[in-house]
Structure formats: C-alpha cells, structure tokens
C-alpha cells in the first residue's frame, strides 16, 4: 500500500512518521507525508510549523508535500461554523475540508490510501477524525492507532515548537476581555 499521512505538526506527526519509517505500520510499501494546513493561523504559526514538520522529515529521510496555504478558501469552507465549540462541527468541517483534499493529491500522485495524526492532539477528538476520514474518502481512509509512548518519548527529546491551540483563529485561547490571545512558544527541553 502507498499511504498519505495528513499531518497537522510536527509534536504530533512525529510518533507515527518514525513508526512508518522504520516499518512497523503492516501493509505499507510506500508513504509520504503531506502538509495541507490552511487552517492554521496566523500564517507566521503556519511558517513556524511547517519548518518543524520539513526539518523532522528532513532528519529521518522521509519524502513530504506541502498542499498551498490558502486560508480563505478554508475560511469558506468553515463559514458560519465559526462559533462552534472545539470538537464541534466547525472541526468536522475542517477535517472534511483537508481530506477532500488528500482524496484529490492521493489519487493525482499514484498513493492508494490516506490516514492522519489530526486526532493525536489532546484539543482533538480520534473519532471525529475518523469520521470525517471515512466520509470523505471512504475505504480509501486507513485509521491508525499511532503509539502514544513512541509520540510522548521523541517529543520529550526533541526540540520542536510547540503551540498551545490546534491552528484557527477561532480555537486560540481567548482572554477575560474576549480578544484573541497569541502566545508565544517555546520549545521543550
């Protein structure tokens, strides 16, 4: 099987890109890891983790694509969604929105299936995740149950940024004045 991993960051992706490089996902011939985040914003957080996510594959000789960041087009896709609470629909259509996609670069590139590690963040539901997977993409989408210990232990050694929301506007933290809060982070030690 030639697999997509969709991935959000690279503290996330990190677990099962190494399990998928050294082989130990059954069935998968091929993978590549694919970048497709216009969620995230602002677009210097878009900057910051996709410089994660390339240095990370970079280290380990894993092949990536980046999909073109065009927020707007996500913003639509999300329209009148913007008040949902995290986990609601606003997170299943943005799901939906990035699988769609992958369907579309999967079956342009010759890849088979698709999966993801949008679930392995704790702002994230696994279930939804898969949800919204198999509603876009049907049997084409392959959930995986990525090794926690395996995420935990390189994210304990690694120095990768790391941010405190999942990449909207709309799940920043917001302050007791109810204006978006942007905080800056830092990497772990």
Partial sequence: ???????CCAPCSAGAIKQLADGQIPGVDNFIVL??????????????????????????????????????AWRDAVR???????????????????????????AEH????????FGVSRHKSQSQVDDAGVAALGEQYIPVKWDENLRQQIGRESQFYRQNYCGCEFS??????????????????
Wanted: proline share 4%; with cysteine.
């Fill in 1 to 7: 099987m030639k697999l997509v991993l969709m991935s």
């Fill in 35 to 72: 970048f497709f985040n216009p969620n995230i914003f602002p677009a210097a957080e878009y900057d910051k983790r996709l410089a994660e996510q390339i240095k990370y594959c970079d280290a380990l000789g894993v092949k990536y694509a980046v999909g073109e960041y065009d927020h707007n």
């Fill in 80 to 106: 009148g969604l913007e008040d949902a609470p995290e986990r609601g629909r606003r997170c299943s259509a943005c799901f939906k929105f990035r699988f769609d996609y992958a369907r579309q670069w999967a």
């Fill in 110 to 117: 010759g890849y088979d299936a698709v999966t993801s590690v």
């Fill in 172 to 189: 920043i933290r917001k302050t007791g004045d109810n204006k978006a809060k942007f905080t800056t982070a830092v990497p772990v030690r």
